[in-house]
């Protein structure tokens, strides 16, 4: 059901902790739905649209760690220290979907984003630098909003209403090559409005020796002037009893 809740991303400057409460959420459970709770009197459609958008997102992270399975099988030697067992396939860990989690997200408008009336300044204001825990996560293109009426909508792909010099809100990732020894190189992510955007998170990090690694990512909302984002996310991971390998020698 429907969450603001209160996760911790990060602490300032005095060592406080750093709780993001600049989104609302809704939760649910693809694959065993009485246990979720959905405002079937307000909103009637939600129920049916989400279980069937989720299901399907999570198919397609299922055909994706078959992917990553045979990639990981053509790229292992019989010398790699940090090899995944044969027991370790991430498709094999995941195709019960006994812990797929979805969550609908909406990002409050700056106005809205600070409880205590204070703006918000950092640059991963909505939602703070983290990398997921689980194993896949898949994303739909986000959608930003012009107000907060829900009819004035766009997906974070379409550019036409900024200007090139203009930064764009939404979900940015770092990347792996450095442009300095401090810094990872920033890129937003611009999903075309009919793709899925699928992260690796640290379990297939462990599960494939380090070969994949956790995307670290964050939301922000640089000073948009159109309202709220809205965004749905299908999280993977596997069932409490699964054996991992040990923590490859690029974990951090």
């Excluded at 397609?60 to 010398?79: I, P």
């Excluded at 009819?151 to 300095?180: A, D, F, N, W």
Aim: net charge neutral; charged share 15%; with cysteine.
């Amino acid at each position: 059901g429907w969450s603001h809740g209160k996760e911790q991303f990060g602490v300032d400057a005095s060592g406080q902790p750093i709780y993001d409460t600049r989104k609302g959420s809704f939760y649910l459970d693809p694959f065993r739905n009485q246990n979720n709770v959905f405002p079937t009197k307000t909103l009637p459609t939600l129920e049916p649209a989400l279980l069937e958008v989720t299901r399907a997102m999570t198919q397609v992270a299922l055909w994706v760690s078959q992917l990553c399975d045979a990639f990981l099988r053509a790229s292992t030697t019989s010398h790699d220290q940090d090899s995944p067992s044969q027991s370790s396939s991430i498709y094999q860990s995941l195709k019960s979907r006994i812990n797929t989690k979805a969550r609908l997200l909406y990002y409050f408008p700056q106005q809205q984003q600070s409880s205590t009336g204070t703006q918000v300044t950092s640059e991963d204001d909505w939602c703070g630098w983290h990398k997921d825990h689980g194993s896949l996560t898949v994303l739909l293109p986000g959608m930003l909003f012009d107000s907060q009426e829900p009819s004035s909508v766009h997906t974070s792909s379409s550019s036409s209403r900024m200007t090139q010099q203009q930064q764009k809100p939404g979900l940015y990732i770092q990347t792996r090559s450095r442009e300095s020894t401090e810094h990872m190189r920033m890129v937003p992510i611009q999903l075309p409005p009919t793709s899925l955007g699928v992260q690796v998170g640290e379990t297939v990090e462990i599960m494939s020796g380090g070969r994949m690694v956790a995307t670290p990512h964050a939301v922000m909302s640089k000073g948009n002037p159109m309202g709220g984002r809205a965004s749905l996310a299908v999280f993977l991971q596997p069932e409490q009893d699964q054996i991992l390998p040990s923590c490859p020698s690029t974990a951090d």
